[in-house]
C-alpha cells in the first residue's frame, strides 16, 4: 500500500515537472513603488497604470508567449528599503527587469547595484542626473532609465517658450534647496542660447509664509515674466502674494503642480499660472478627433474604469507606470530578455507611442523626453488645459 | 519711493507672520502657567483645528459659523483626550518625562491626522475680508493679518481675565505655583491640568482656522509652526500673557527684514541670534518676571 502511494506521488512529480518545463516561463518584473510614506501619492497612482499595461500583455497572450509576472514590494519612500528590494529582486527572486524607484534619492541609490548586475531598471524620477552622467562619462553603460521630463529638458522648454512669446527679461525665484540651486544653474545655462536675459534672481526659505518681499524686490526689475520651481504649499503661497502685489504677468511653476489638487489650494487665485507638463495633462476632450494620442488615452481610460471601477484620477503618474511596462515588453519581444541587449534595444527606440509622451531614447537620452515632447499649460476653471 | 515701497512691505511681511507666531505662541504660554510643561503637541492642535475646519466646510460644507464652534470643540476635546489618556497616568513624573511625552503624542496626531486627512496641502477662504488686499505705497496687506491680530489681543485679554479674575482661573494658576499647596487647599488638581488642555486645544484650533488661509496646512504643517511659537513666546517671557504677542511680532519682523535686507539665506540664523542674545541678556524673556 505504501509502496504504491510513493509511486503515484512520484509519477505525479514527474508529470508535475514536465508540465513546468513545457510551460513557458514568466518574464518576472520586479516593482519597487512606494504604496506607502510621504511620496506615496505618485507611485499608488504609477502602480495602477502599471497594472493596466500588465493585464493588456497578457490578455493578448504575454510577451513572446510568456505572461507577466510583477513581484511588487513597498520601497516606502526609503532609499535603504528600495534599494534593499532591488538587491532582493537581484539575488533571491532573480527577476528579469525591475520597474523602480519614482523618487530621486531611492532611484539614484539603485543605480550602481544594477548597473553592476548589468539588470535594467526603468524608473520614474524627474531629479535623476541620469542624462547628464551619460554626457559626462559616455563610456559608461548606464541600465536605468527614467521616463519623466526631468529638470534640464523642463528647463529648457520654458526657455523656449518664453522665447516663442517674444519673452527676452526673466526674473527667477527659487526655494533653498538642491532643487532650487539647480533650477538657478539650469535657467542660467539655457537663458543665453535662447537670447533671454535674467533680470533678478531671489530665493526662499521652503517653510516660509510670506514671500512678498521677495516677489516685491523682483517687481522693481520690471520682469516680463517670473519662472520658479515653486511646488504644492510654497507655489501656493507665492502665487496667493504675487496676486496681492498686483503682478500681471506670466508665472511659470514646476511641472510637479499639474494637479487639481494644487488648483484647489489656490482658491481661485489662478490668473497668469503656469506649468509645463506631458500631453496626458490635457483634458483628453481638447485633443483633436484625429490626434492618435486621443485614441490611446481613451483606451487607457476605459480599462482604467473597468478594472478599478472608478475614474482614473492622475493620468501622467499612471502613465508613467503604464509607459514604463509598454517600453519593457517592446524591449523583450525585440532584443530577447538579455538585459544588456534590452538597453542597447530601448537606446535606439525612437518614436515609442506612450500615455505620456512618443520616447525618442539614444545612449545619450536615457529618459526618451524631448522639448517637442513637453507642452506648457494654464489654468481654466479647475482643470489645467493647453496653453497657446 | 522704492526704497520705501520696500520698508513697508516688510513690514507689513512681518506683521503677517509675527501676527501667526504670536497666536500659535499663546496656546504655549497658557498651559506652561499652569503646569510648567512646554506642551510640544500645541503645534499639531494648531493643525487639527485647521484640518477640521477645512473638512466640515469642504465636506459637509457647513455653515462657517458652526464649523469655526465645532472644530474648536474638536480640538478642546483632543486636548482633554490627550491629557486623560497620557498625562494623567505619569502625573507625578517630572516635567521633563512629560515634554518627552508631548513629543510623543505629537507624532502620533501627526501619523493619524496623515492617514486621516491626507497628506495633500489643503487652504481654506479667509473668515472676514475675502479676496481684498490693503495697499500702502505700493506695498500689500492681508487684511487677514488684521483679524488675527485682533483675535490674538482678544484671546490675550480674556486670557488674563479669566486667569486673574475668575475662581477656576485662580485655581489653575495656583496649580502652576505650586501643586501641593493647591491641592492642600482644596484645588482639584488633575481636573485644572485636564482644564489647561482643553483651553490651549481650544486656542490652537482657533489659531490654525486663522492661519490656514494665509499659509495653508498639512498634516506636518504644525511643527514649524509649533516652533516659531515657541520661540516667539520665550522672547516675550513665557509666564506673561502678553508675551507671545510681542515675542511673535518680534521674531516676524526680524525674519522679514533680515530676509528683505540680508538674504534669504539668514532668515532662520537671524531670528535664533535674537532669541539666543534675549536669553543671554533677559533670560525670562522681555515681559519675563523674576520670580
Partial sequence: MKKKFFLVLGILGVVFMF???????????????????ACAHASIHAMNGLLIAVDEINAKGGINGRKVELISIDGQCSVEKSLGNVKRFIQKDKVDT??????????????????KEKILLVSGSGGNPINEMLIEKPGEKQFLFALSMGIVFQHEYNMYWLKKRGISKVAMINPLNKLGEGSNTWYKHFAPKFGIQIVASENYDPASIDLTPQLIKLKATNPQAIVTMASGADGAIMIKNFHQLGMNIPLITSDANVTA??????????????????????????????????KRIEKFMKDYEKKFSKKSQSLN???????????????IKNAGDDQTKMRDYIENLKNFPGINAAYSFSATNHRGYSVDQIHMFKIKGTVWHLAD | MESLTYYTQFLFSGLTVGSIYALVGLGFALVYNVSKVLNFAQGEFVMLGAMAMIYLVKGPQLAIPLAFFLSILFVAGIGILVDLIAIRPVQRGSPLIMILITIGISVFIQGLAGLVFGREHLSLPPLFFRGQVITLFGAVFDPQVISIIVLTVLASISLKLFLTQSWEGKALRACGENKIAAYLLGVNVPFMRTLSFALSGALGALAGIMVTPICLMFYQGGVMLGVKGICGAVI?????????????????????????????????????????????IKPQGLLGSNK
Fill in chain 1, 19 to 37: 508540465g513546468l518545463a513545457n510551460a513557458a516561463e514568466p518574464v518576472k518584473i520586479g516593482v519597487t513603488y512606494d504604496q506607502t510614506g
Fill in chain 1, 98 to 115: 525591475i520597474i523602480g524607484p519614482m523618487y530621486t534619492g531611492p532611484s539614484m541609490a539603485c543605480m550602481p547595484v544594477v548597473n
Fill in chain 1, 261 to 294: 489638487s494644487f488648483i484647489e489650494s489656490l482658491e481661485g487665485k489662478t490668473e497668469q499660472v503656469y506649468a509645463p507638463g506631458p500631453i496626458s495633462t490635457a483634458p483628453v476632450e481638447t485633443l483633436a478627433a484625429n490626434d492618435p494620442r486621443r
Fill in chain 1, 317 to 331: 503618474w499612471e502613465g508613467v507606470g503604464y509607459d514604463s511596462m509598454m517600453v519593457i515588453q517592446e524591449a
Fill in chain 2, 236 to 280: 516675550g517671557g513665557l509666564n506673561n500673557i502678553w508675551g507671545a504677542l510681542i515675542g511673535g511680532l518680534i521674531l516676524g519682523l526680524a525674519e522679514s527684514f533680515g530676509v528683505g535686507i540680508i538674504s534669504s539665506e539668514y532668515k532662520d540664523a537671524i531670528a535664533f541670534c535674537i532669541l539666543l542674545l534675549i536669553l543671554f
